[in-house]
């Protein structure tokens, strides 16, 4: 049985359409299922604005889905309200993107931590929480002596470890990691990517881990999903996606990573730009964008399907091997 299970996740938000009291829904999440098991990272990527973080927000109930269900071990949280959500976010947490952002810059480190400790472990003492503090601090590679420091006082690299520290403090089985390293320096990425990986085997922690960077996800995760315009296109094992791509558009995402091969990469670039979600094209989302659209993408909306082992892909173009994708002109 998987740790976490979704199952049609929908998200929706209310957008003033044209005239009195008239509105519009836009589907930031559109119908998303999918499985996650103990002790994995399960990578997603996408364009700006293709529902990433809105997935990620829902999943720790920091938005509220219109639909679906998500199941941790077995219990509903879309169901959850009041007290019973609160003793249940101790098995889920969040790592925000932006380290400068996430942190209350009034609250030292120590005080920052023991909010997240006196909530989640009522009956320890002051001495206990200052030990567990102390210890999580080590645990994400950072002296314990800067309990009693600021935020201000540290560097993003840094006071991104106290945002997964504040994570950690909880001890959850789920975390959500929302572009954890997108906010910081190329020297500093490969440092927390590494410290997220070190948890994950040292505790059985599974992470969401949500990048734009294919390259970044690869390297830490076990498997990978890929949206476009909140929808999941494709899933499957981290190498089998990065190396035998059988969507488009992962194949597009593809073409654009760096690599240190001299023949280097085909270039793939997509025509148009990436439709409104308030006004999303009819059939596959893609095939406005898509080489390779025929009449059935325009009319119908491919499902999830099974293409290899373990390797599911929404595309009716998308088999094995993956159709050829003509490359970009110079």
């Known amino acids: 049985m998987p740790l976490l299970e979704v199952n049609g996740l929908t998200v929706k938000f209310p957008v003033r359409g044209s005239g009195w009291f008239r509105r519009s829904f836009l589907t930031a999440v559109d119908d998303v299922s999918f499985t996650l098991d103990e002790g994995e990272i399960l990578g997603l990527v996408g364009e700006s604005g293709c529902g990433k973080s809105t997935l990620g927000r829902a ?196 073409s654009a990573v760096p690599t240190l091969s001299p023949e280097g990469r085909r270039r793939i670039v997509l025509p148009g730009d990436v439709p409104s979600p308030l006004a999303p094209p009819a059939g596959c989302a893609f095939h406005p964008r898509c080489p390779l659209a025929g009449e059935e993408c325009r009319k119908c909306r491919p499902a999830l399907r099974e293409a290899a082992p373990g390797h599911f892909v929404a595309c009716f173009k998308g088999i094995s091997p993956a159709p050829e994708i003509p490359a970009a002109r110079d």
């Open 59 to 254: 999943l720790v109930k920091l938005e509220e889905p219109a639909s679906g269900k998500i199941l941790l071990d077995g219990n509903d949280l879309t169901a959850l309200r009041g007290g019973a959500l609160r003793r249940a976010r101790r098995n889920f947490q969040m790592i925000f993107q932006d380290p400068y952002a996430s942190l209350n810059p009034r609250l030292s480190i120590r005080a920052t931590l023991d909010e997240v400790l006196r909530l989640h472990f009522r009956g320890e003492n002051a001495a206990r929480r200052g030990e567990r503090a102390e210890a999580l601090l080590r645990r994400v590679g950072l002296d314990p002596v800067a309990l009693d420091r600021y935020p201000h006082q540290f560097s993003g690299g840094q006071r991104q470890r106290i945002g997964i520290a504040r994570a950690l403090a909880a001890e959850p089985k789920f975390i959500v990691a929302d572009e954890p390293v997108s906010a910081l320096d190329v020297s500093v990425q490969a440092a927390i990517v590494n410290l997220i990986g070190d948890i994950r085997r040292e505790s059985g922690t599974a992470f969401l881990f949500i990048a734009h960077d294919l390259a970044v996800v690869e390297h830490v995760s076990q498997r990978i999903m890929v949206m476009y315009l909140g929808r999941a296109v494709e899933v499957g094992p981290a190498r089998e996606v990065t190396g035998t791509p059988l969507h488009p558009y992962t194949r597009a995402l593809l």
